[in-house]
T-cell receptor, first 112, second 114 residues
Framework: QKEVEQDPGPLSVPEGAIVSLNCTYS??????FMWYRQYSRKGPELLMY????GNKEDGRFTAQVDKSSKYISLFIRDSQPSDSATYLC????????????FGKGTKLSVKP | ETGVTQSPTHLIKTRGQQVTLRCSSQ?????VSWYQQALGQGPQFIFQ???????GRGNFPPRFSGLQFPNYSSELNVNALELDDSALYLC?????????????FGEGSRLTVL
């Protein structure tokens, strides 16, 4: 079993829809959870991070961690065509900032 | 733009050759990490350098090696290239070795091995 599992999609939604992206993880020792966004032909950029469990909101984006079920979610409200990208979930133990374990990524397309 | 620059952006090599990829980190960052991203996959951690010393390594063979220079720029060297080494190689810089995991990625070097 991979440490971080993510449905690769692709996922296609109309503009304005609420998008739900999900990951599961297998190791309870994970401390930090992140969502990265990767546009085509670009490097990933950090979108949001959370520590331990709970919700974190930033504008149209909400990240949620449920440690009891080992589930990570990213919600995008009022999705825009500019949100079309690949979304990668990642986890870190926290001890080594550079050592992130990424999921495969979910490719999202928001249609105008 | 993150301020992390990588070169070359694209290159083609043949099996058995050697390649060197270069990375210039963001100003003020002393840590560099390298990742390999195969097509349709998430990035995989190769290794990290902190103040010119290797500070963590993923599940990659010794033919993947690196260097970090006093100005915190870095190189990734891959010897005896194999077809499966074809991928996007990403460099990421950060400040320090702990914390929340905010890495600033470059746009990558796309390596094709024929």
């Amino acid at each position: 079993q991979k440490e971080v599992e993510q449905d690769p999609g692709p996922l296609s939604v109309p503009e304005g829809a609420i998008v739900s992206l999900n990951c599961t993880y297998s190791n309870s020792a994970f401390q930090y959870f992140m969502w990265y966004r990767q546009y085509s032909r670009k490097g990933p950029e950090l979108l949001m991070y959370t520590y331990s469990s709970g919700n974190k909101e930033d504008g149209r984006f909400t990240a949620q961690v449920d440690k009891s079920s080992k589930y990570i979610s990213l919600f995008i409200r009022d999705s825009q065509p500019s949100d079309s990208a690949t979304y990668l979930c990642a986890r870190s133990y926290g001890g080594s900032q550079g050592n992130l374990i990424f999921g495969k990524g979910t490719k999202l397309s928001v249609k105008p | 733009e993150t301020g992390v620059t990588q070169s070359p952006t694209h290159l083609i090599k043949t099996r058995g050759q050697q390649v060197t990829l270069r990375c210039s980190s963001q100003s003020g960052h002393n840590t560099v990490s390298w990742y390999q991203q195969a097509l349709g996959q998430g990035p995989q951690f190769i290794f990290q350098y902190y103040r010119e010393e290797e500070n963590g390594r993923g599940n990659f063979p010794p033919r993947f090696s690196g260097l970090q220079f006093p100005n915190y720029s870095s190189e990734l060297n891959v010897n005896a290239l194999e077809l499966d080494d074809s991928a996007l190689y990403l460099c990421a810089s950060s400040s320090g070795t702990g914390g929340t995991g905010e890495l600033f990625f470059g746009e990558g070097s796309r390596l094709t091995v024929l």
